[in-house]
């Protein structure tokens, strides 16, 4: 069972909605991430925290932001979205260098945009 | 640029037969990172090995085996005595070693879909 926790599994939101994917791993990873998955395409990379501080942002819309409130938790703050933004969402973790370098991944939130 | 091949889409077999999936990857950094995921229909990447660049050991896990050779930058991966269980789109992928930040960029292959037919 993986060891980073996402929620909410599924997420159907209207686009004037406002709604949040959250993110938890207690492995005492210090690096998280944020990537968005289409159908038949491979993960993108969104957003990366390393020790809760904002490192790498892949030019993504406004729309889409990301809060780090420790270094357990990251949120994935969701407004005025569009239909092409329906997606996977996956949230990840990765061990430091001299742990590994793995990044391990969660389940994914489905997100629906109508 | 890092870049990761896997020019097979799609593949069909039938339970019991042995598969190999191919991986091809680009680099420019003499030290780097190669990883496997798994996904199922339900969308959890698994993680499934991690090899680094200076450790050209094949590896076996179970039914499942992992080929490095950095002369012809490739890394495949073969499933022994498919099961159905199996079936799951497989990525390959690339790490670089990051910055100081401690975090780390994934270059993904586009997927091989593996079908395992009963």
């Known amino acids: 069972d993986t060891e980073v926790t996402q929620t909410p599994k599924h997420l159907v939101m209207g686009m004037t909605n406002k709604k949040s994917l959250k993110c938890e791993q207690h492995?005492?990873?210090?690096?998280m991430y944020w990537y968005k998955q289409k159908a038949k395409k491979p993960p993108e990379l969104m957003f990366v925290?390393?020790?809760?501080?904002?490192?790498i942002n892949e030019s993504v819309p406004s729309r889409f932001s990301p809060e780090c409130p420790n270094s357990s938790l990251l949120n994935l703050h969701l407004h005025a979205l569009q239909p092409e933004d329906s997606a996977l969402y996956l949230c990840?973790?990765?061990?430091?260098?001299?742990?590994?370098?793995?990044?391990?991944f969660g389940e994914g939130s489905w997100l629906t945009v109508v | 640029a890092q870049k990761v091949t896997q020019a097979q889409t799609e593949i069909s077999v039938v339970e019991k037969e042995d598969v190999t999936l191919d991986c091809v990857y680009e680099?420019?950094?003499?030290?780097?990172?190669l990883f496997w995921y798994k996904q199922p229909p339900s969308g959890e990447l698994v993680f499934l090995i991690r090899?680094?660049?200076?450790?050209?050991q094949n590896e076996i896990s179970g039914r499942y085996s992992w080929n490095f050779q950095k002369s012809t930058s490739s890394f495949n991966f073969t499933i022994t005595a498919s099961q159905v269980v199996d079936s799951a789109v497989y990525f390959c992928?690339?790490?670089?070693?990051?910055?100081?930040?401690?975090?780390?960029?994934?270059?993904f292959g586009k997927g091989t879909k593996l079908s395992v037919i009963p």
């Open positions: 680099t420019r950094d003499t030290t780097y990172y």
């Open positions: 090899r680094n660049s200076f450790d050209e």
């Open positions: 992928a690339l790490s670089d070693l990051n910055s100081g930040a401690g975090s780390y960029q994934l270059t």
């Open positions: 990840a973790s990765s061990t430091r260098r001299t742990e590994g370098n793995t990044i391990y």
């Open positions: 492995m005492g990873h210090r690096a």
């Open positions: 925290y390393s020790y809760e501080k904002l490192s």
